[in-house]
């Protein structure tokens, strides 16, 4: 078993579902990861100064999410560094100006659990090219997380 802040040799994970086998090694999964899920929510705005909500791109992500899920191979790379594995299932608009998403997360890196579960990481604006939206993370609401087994 790795230490917390280091990460395992990227052997290609083996999943009994020849699907999931497929998935997992076309997005390089280790075969020992920690797993977060839960929810978090998240801003859509026009431009990157964050002053007006994107109302049709944040329709948009929650539309393609619901319909197509969203599979993040380097999840935000620019707070983690390389390797978060993200996996966005469901998405719900809970108020005029922010949806909520449910995850899952893992990486070989114990200490990027730690970071994503943090109520205190803080997530710079970000520009999603797809729905031309500038994004504010709000932190992560790990309600189940499991070591690698």
């Known amino acids: 078993m790795a230490d917390a802040g280091t990460t395992t040799p990227a052997e290609p994970a083996a999943p009994r579902n020849p699907f999931l086998a497929e998935v997992a090694e076309q997005i390089d999964l280790p075969a020992r ?16 100064a964050a002053e007006t909500i994107n109302v049709e791109g944040m329709k948009a992500d929650c539309d393609n999410i619901n319909l197509n899920k969203k599979l993040a191979a380097d999840f935000r790379s620019d707070v983690f560094g390389p390797g978060l594995k993200g996996f966005f299932y469901r998405c ?58």
């Open 33 to 48: 990861v920690w797993t977060a899920s839960g929810t978090h929510t998240a801003r859509g705005y026009t431009t990157e």
């Open 92 to 149: 719900r608009r809970i108020s005029p100006d922010t949806n909520k998403y449910w995850f899952t997360i893992s990486s070989a890196d114990h200490a990027q659990i730690d970071k994503l579960c943090d109520p205190h990481t803080g997530y710079p604006v970000v520009h999603d090219e797809q729905h031309d939206t500038y994004w504010i993370d709000e932190p992560f609401t790990c309600t189940r997380r499991a070591d690698p087994s």
